[in-house]
């Protein structure tokens, strides 16, 4: 994955974590001996990525710090409109300058390094991570099409409405995707107009108008061990019963 740049989402504010969000960004939180950025840039860094950046906005004196004790190749990108707009605002000061392939991350993930699998080594085609069922509370649900030339499912929608369409969903949004060369030039074609439109857009939204004009596919681990941590109820079961699950499988892939 040499030819990727990762480029990490962590500008917002984490009002939903009350005030552990105010002392601290979400992406520098930690169950174990890293944060959940620090976990995961070493997975990005074990999976060959050489090159890492991350966008901050709140509290980004505390990721510039944080740095210092990082490996080379991550670099810092700030997004002082982090307020204002939302993390498909962030996503472009992200890609600024980058044309390809990409792996945009969230950073309040923490997941085991079989999350990057499905990831295309070479960089030609573009995947969305989907896991099977979390009852964690905030999906974001994912709709796929079958497209046999593909060879795996197609991005159609996503969203926190269960019932959206008529038609089951396919999985959940992990947070991790991979942009081959083509859709990281459509999300940078759509994304101003659509903040124009609505500043707060969120990053799922350019990818979801991106799906429209070229293949984004989805890719499903069942068993895959992950969580988001929005909040504080989030932040308790990450820590209790998935850090657990993805230190195993860390030693295991490891050892």
């Known amino acids: 994955m040499r030819d990727y740049t990762a480029v990490i989402l962590a500008a917002g504010r984490g009002v939903r974590m009350g005030s552990r969000g105010e002392l601290s960004p979400k992406g520098l939180l930690r169950f174990g001996e890293r944060s959940f950025v620090g976990e995961s840039i070493a997975n990005l860094k074990r999976a060959g990525v050489a090159r ?87 999906e974001v649900y994912v709709w796929a099409d079958d497209a046999p030339a593909f060879g795996c499912k197609r991005l159609r929608d996503m969203s926190k409405e269960r019932d959206l369409h008529p038609d089951p969903h396919y999985g959940e949004l992990v947070g991790i995707i991979g942009l081959a060369r083509d859709a990281v030039m459509r999300v940078k074609e759509i994304a101003p107009e659509m903040i124009a439109n609505k500043p707060l857009a969120d990053y799922e939204d350019g990818l979801v108008a991106a799906a429209h004009k070229t293949e984004i596919g989805c890719f499903r681990i069942d068993d895959l061990a992950w969580a988001e941590v929005d909040d504080e109820a989030m932040f308790a079961r990450a820590a209790e019963r998935i850090y657990p699950q993805i230190a195993t499988a860390r030693s295991i892939m490891e050892n």
Do not use: C
Not at 98 to 113: A, C, M, Q, R
Not at 118 to 127: N, V
């Open 52 to 138: 890492i950046r991350i966008v901050t906005g709140h509290l980004a004196d505390h990721y510039e710090r944080a740095a210092q004790n990082w490996p080379e190749g991550v670099d810092l990108r700030h997004n002082p409109d982090f307020v204002e707009k939302g993390s498909l605002h962030s996503l472009m000061v992200g890609l600024e300058g980058l044309d390809g392939p990409v792996i945009v991350l969230e950073s309040d993930l923490v997941y085991e390094p079989r999350a990057l699998e499905p990831i295309d080594p070479e960089g030609s085609r573009s995947t969305l991570v989907v896991s099977g069922p979390t009852g964690a509370g905030d």
